[in-house]
């Protein structure tokens, strides 16, 4: 997030919040203030927008409505089949404010998103496969980390190549996110903790693992940092859809990313949005949107003029 900021010329980093002692924290810059996070509420007529960095399983619920009441936001919050709840949770206290909140930013939720819904827009005739991976997903790796008598971990998503090819074949399958996808978990334990529970609790959870096929592997901390240490991810959204009605054309749509660095995108997505946060409250408005609500030209740093000349 901070070397992203960097290349923003419109942007400045005021600081970093954390729950830590602050003395303790690292910047990955030089001369970065970094602030406890309960000095927040001291400092909001100094921050334009927040931007949100915590975990959605049990960091976002809290901290997206909480400082919704006091700043512009922006968040990556990723359980999608909870996205609703948040969004009300995050609105209420955002019009009370009468503040901005972006939630669900990154690129799923996020840029796909955006993608789904210009695909279903164009070809209202037709089915949407999104595919994750292969690679390390943030959320739920943090989930993972969450489980009690968990150290570490990391988790990849993994499409399956059958799935993939069924869609492009153009035969339009029924597939549930479990019939597209499996997930592997890397896990170091504590000492002495129920790697039985463990499995167990990670292959139940809830909007996370539970209907997929989920393994669960545990290693040592050594291997997690030999094999696991990078963030690499990406992912497809495939539209299949059909035109015309005595004659139809088939028509597919795909939109595609492969991350060399999954949070370093995610970061830099959220700054985008973060700019567009800004120009709605300056504007006068107020309240929770997501991704598919923000004008594209909001989350660039051109003039209208510069975007019909570069874009158009």
Request: aromatic share 8%; proline share 5%.
């Amino acid at each position: 997030m901070e070397q992203g900021i960097q290349q923003n010329k419109d942007m400045k980093l005021l600081g970093i919040f954390t729950r830590r002692r602050p003395a303790t924290i690292k910047t990955a810059l030089e001369g970065v203030p970094v602030f406890h996070v309960d000095d927040a509420e001291k400092m909001t007529g100094e921050i334009d927008v927040m931007i949100l960095c915590g975990g959605s399983a049990s960091d976002l619920p809290i901290q997206g409505p909480l400082f919704a009441g006091l700043f512009n936001t922006v968040d990556g919050y990723d359980a999608h089949a909870r996205v609703p709840d948040y969004f009300q949770a995050v609105n209420s206290r955002a019009l009370a404010a009468g503040k901005v909140s972006i939630i669900a930013g990154g690129w799923d939720p996020g840029m796909f998103s955006v993608n789904r819904l210009y695909a279903e827009a164009i070809l209202p005739q037709g089915n949407t496969y999104t595919f994750w991976g292969k690679g390390v997903s943030q959320g739920h790796s943090d989930a993972v980390r969450r489980v009690k008598g968990v150290q570490d971990a990391k988790q990849y998503t993994i499409p399956l190549e059958k799935a993939i090819e069924a869609v492009k074949s153009g035969h339009m399958p029924e597939l549930t996110t479990g019939e597209r996808h499996r997930r592997e978990c890397f896990v170091v334990a504590e000492e002495g903790a129920d790697k039985l529970r463990i499995e167990q609790e990670i292959k139940t959870m809830p909007d996370y693992f539970a209907g997929y096929d989920t393994t669960v592997h545990f290693i040592t901390a050594e291997e997690l940092k030999k094999h696991h240490s990078g963030i690499p991810h990406g992912g497809l959204v495939i539209r299949y859809g059909k035109t015309g009605l005595q004659k139809p054309h088939s028509h597919i749509i795909e939109y595609k990313i492969e991350l060399g660095s999954n949070p370093d995108f995610t970061a830099n997505v959220l700054i985008a949005f973060a700019r567009a946060a800004y120009r709605l409250n300056k504007e006068g408005q107020s309240g929770a949107r997501t991704v598919v609500d923000i004008p594209p030209a909001y989350l660039s740093p051109k003039s209208a003029a510069e975007i019909r000349k570069t874009f158009i």
